[in-house]
T-cell receptor, first 111, second 120 residues
Framework: SQQGEEDPQALSIQEGENATMNCSYKTSINNLQWYRQNSGRGLVHLILIRSNEREKHSGRLRVTLDTSKKSSSLLITASRAADTASYFCATDAWQGGKLIFGQGTELSVKP | GAVVSQHPSWVICKSGTSVKIECRSLDFQATTMFWYRQFPKQSLMLMATSNEGSKATYEQGVEKDKFLINHASLTLSTLTVTSAHPEDSSFYIC????????????????FGAGSRLTVL
């Protein structure tokens, strides 16, 4: 079952602005991951944050995790048109190794 | 880095025929592979976990006789959509992770590029 819910479902911003996407989940997790999907393509892993971490950075990406609220956020700073894609959070609850994906946020960055 | 190849990338077939989709890990061995299905503008729905040398584990609501999964080697898993119907039209994506979890215990997936199935 899909346990992740993301908001917003769609986000449209101008190049150079920051984009923030949120993800909520329902069960206890081992870690939470963010993936990106370009239209009609497979997913690409972006960043992973463990359940005992609160914040993590990777380049222009910043991920936070609040296990008490069962939520995470992905911030993309100084967005570029090439960041246009769908972004999914995925939770790993040690359920035989399978990841459960959120509903995704469709990001559009206008040049 | 880990690479997963999926083939074909798109296929069109007639209703009632069967279609096989291959998922290969090119530079690593994968004891476990995962098959997902994605409808337009929706999330990925896990269909089944493919286990090398044993039967696949299907998610609730997924017909195992409809979606046959075979994981005959550590680098190849196949999904066969049997007697396909228009409602089976979808985007199917496989993923894999190197055998065993990393030292951190994290299960980071490498995805294939997906296969778009259209059943007429």
């Amino acid at each position: 079952s899909q346990q992740g819910e993301e908001d917003p479902q769609a986000l449209s911003i101008q190049e150079g602005e920051n984009a923030t996407m949120n993800c909520s989940y329902k069960t206890s997790i081992n870690n939470l991951q963010w993936y990106r999907q370009n239209s009609g393509r497979g997913l690409v892993h972006l960043i992973l944050i463990r359940s005992n971490e609160r914040e993590k950075h990777s380049g222009r990406l910043r991920v936070t995790l609040d296990t008490s609220k069962k939520s995470s956020s992905l911030l993309i700073t100084a967005s570029r048109a090439a960041d246009t894609a769908s972004y999914f959070c995925a939770t790993d609850a040690w359920q035989g190794g399978k990841l459960i994906f959120g509903q995704g946020t469709e990001l559009s960055v206008k040049p | 880095g880990a690479v997963v190849s999926q083939h074909p990338s798109w296929v069109i077939c007639k209703s009632g025929t069967s279609v096989k989709i291959e998922c290969r890990s090119l530079d690593f061995q994968a004891t476990t592979m995962f098959w997902y299905r994605q409808f337009p503008k929706q999330s990925l729905m896990l269909m089944a976990t493919s286990n090398e040398g044993s039967k696949a584990t299907y998610e609730q609501g997924v017909e195992k006789d409809k979606f046959l999964i075979n994981h005959a080697s550590l680098t190849l898993s196949t999904l066969t959509v049997t007697s396909a119907h228009p409602e089976d039209s979808s985007f199917y994506i496989c993923s894999a992770t190197p055998s065993g979890r990393g030292f951190s215990g994290a299960n980071v997936l490498t995805f294939g590029a997906g296969s778009r199935l259209t059943v007429l």
